[in-house]
């Protein structure tokens, strides 16, 4: 979507394992996001990163971290995967100055066993 | 606590019905108002938004209807049909802000 991929598509783990998801985008935009998606919850900030090296935090971020050492890439990792965090994970974009420019990826299905 | 409540959790509309979905925000800084549909497998895409200066706003078959006062914005679907069923997703933010806001989504399903 939009020039952003997310890999993997599909993903299942075991409880404790360390799990790194990636977002690539093929544009220079500043703004990238990680989301999470549930039933009755809608989409969840987890982080997000205003440039390279530049990240903060959301409103659900415990147990989560990332990293962006390139433009282009923006990585969400779970340090020690827990039931609690199987989720739909969507990677967004921001193109230009105005919340209008969010774009969304076709998200990451995580399962944690 | 959620900061944009969405209602109602899922719908069901005859093709031709007009489908209504509304959300409500406690954050008067917010100012900037998007609707977002999800088909499934895909990531949510932005439909339809308003800024808080007019009381309407509307696209094709889709409008937002906007309250400042009452804080609270609805989205009509106007002759809804079967390609619309997806979940929809009311948000908020600021329009220069960094973070983006939603409601819990509403499965929207139109008969044929």
């Known amino acids: 979507d939009a020039g952003i991929t997310q890999s993997p598509r599909h993903k299942v783990t075991e409880t404790g394992t360390p799990v790194t998801l990636r977002c690539h985008q093929t544009?220079?935009?500043?703004?990238m996001y990680w989301y999470r998606q549930d039933p009755g919850h809608g989409l969840r900030l987890i982080h997000y990163?205003?440039?390279?090296?530049?990240?903060d935090k959301g409103e659900v971020s415990d147990g989560y971290s990332v990293s962006r050492s390139k433009t282009e890439d923006f990585l969400l990792t779970l340090e020690s995967a827990t039931s609690s965090q199987t989720s739909v994970y969507f990677c967004a974009i921001r193109v230009g100055q105005g919340a209008e420019g969010y774009t969304f990826g076709s998200g990451t299905r995580l399962t944690v066993v | 606590q959620q900061q944009v409540k969405q209602s109602p959790q899922s719908l069901i509309v005859q093709k031709g019905g007009i489908s209504i979905i509304n959300c409500a925000y406690e954050?008067?800084?917010?100012?900037?108002f998007p609707w977002y549909q999800q088909f499934p497998g895909k990531g949510p895409a932005l439909l339809i938004a308003i800024r808080p200066d007019v009381s309407e706003k509307k696209e094709g078959r889709f409008t937002i209807s906007f309250n400042k006062s009452a804080k609270q914005f609805s989205l009509h679907i106007m002759d809804s049909q079967p390609g619309d069923s997806a979940t929809y997703f009311c948000?908020?933010?600021?329009?220069?802000?960094?973070?983006?806001?939603f409601g819990a989504g509403t499965i929207l399903r139109v008969k044929s």
């Open positions: 954050n008067t800084a917010f100012d900037y």
């Open positions: 990163s205003y440039g390279v090296k530049d990240t």
């Open positions: 544009e220079n935009h500043r703004y």
């Open positions: 948000a908020a933010t600021t329009i220069y802000g960094n973070k983006l806001v």
